[in-house]
DNA sequence: GGAGACC
DNA sequence: GGTCTCCAACGCCTG
DNA sequence: CAGGCG
């Protein structure tokens, strides 16, 4: 999906899954199934930076991909551990949950990448095997978030509801893996004045890193020196039978 | 930002 | 040709 | 089921 802002950031912003009319040819779509209407939508799929540019040109800021691939819709290869702060939570206590996060994922033998999320929390990819269903991700990452919220005490609250949640803990929205929800990509602006970028971090820079200096103005910069530091995201494939195994395990 | 509908 | 409108309805949650 | 959530 693009997040399309036709008169600038401040204005009016377009969600847009269906590819809009007149597009060149040469961009390539994907068709994204909704089966509980039996509705389906012929979304963009970048495979070129010309397609990003395009989409730019066409007052996209943001880009917020399925978590799977045009070769392969229905079974995502990405699995997302999506840490949501609430109003009074610092990106401090982002970073401890970050920590239990990563503790958790090397007991389980998966690699996680992390990025800024371009607001005040964090994302983690996991590259997984495309062999379940987006039901079952969901699975997974509720048994993982729900076993972060045990290690991580007070500081993780899993409550649906926001007004029932502690407003100075941190969300692990496990939801985020559903069928048709997405977050912003690596390498995506914010559309907030301050053209915030979510960008990837290696784990050892999250003690000492302000998302909020990851901008347009800076990130170039820091791609220039250090490239990127998601190389090696599909090096390692990780499969989901002990989150499972877990998810069967614990009721709901 | 741009297509398509309406005038 | 000028002006206006449209660009998402998806899946999961709880009560 | 309706309405909140992202
Ligand atoms: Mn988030
Ligand atoms: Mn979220």
């Known amino acids: 999906m693009l997040h399309r802002f ?3 950031v401040t204005g009016e912003k377009v969600h847009q ?3 809009p009319h007149g597009a060149p040819d040469w961009v390539r779509t994907v068709r994204v199934h909704f089966p509980r209407w039996n509705r389906h939508a012929d979304e963009l799929c970048v495979t070129h930076v010309a397609d990003v540019v395009w989409a730019v040109q066409m007052s996209t800021v943001e880009f917020h991909p399925w978590n799977s691939r045009c070769t392969d819709v ?7 551990i999506d840490l949501d702060p609430m109003p009074q939570a610092s990106f401090a206590d982002v970073r401890r949950v970050a920590g239990v996060v990563q503790e958790v994922l090397d007991g389980i033998g998966a ?20 062999h379940w269903g987006f039901t079952d991700v969901r699975r997974a990452a509720h048994a993982f978030a729900v076993e972060v ?4 005490g007070d500081l993780v609250d899993l409550t649906w509801w926001r007004k029932d949640r502690d407003p100075k803990s941190i969300f692990v929205d496990y939801n985020q893996n559903a069928r048709d929800h997405t977050i912003r990509s690596a390498y995506s602006v914010r559309g907030v004045p301050e053209a915030v970028v979510s960008t990837p971090v290696r784990w050892d820079e999250i003690a000492d890193v302000d998302p ?3 901008t347009i103005a800076t990130v170039p910069a820091r791609f220039a020196e250090l490239g990127d530091v998601h190389t090696g995201i599909d090096d390692a494939v990780f499969l989901l039978d002990e989150l499972l195994e877990w998810a069967d395990r614990d009721p709901r």
């Open 6 to 8: 036709p008169t600038g």
């Open 17 to 19: 899954k269906r590819l």
């Open 74 to 80: 229905e079974q995502p290869d990405e699995w997302r």
């Open 111 to 130: 690699v996680g990448w992390p990025k800024t999320s371009g607001g005040k929390g964090l994302h983690v990819y996991v590259r997984i095997e495309p």
């Open 149 to 152: 919220a045990r290690r991580a």
């Open 212 to 214: 909020r200096e990851f």
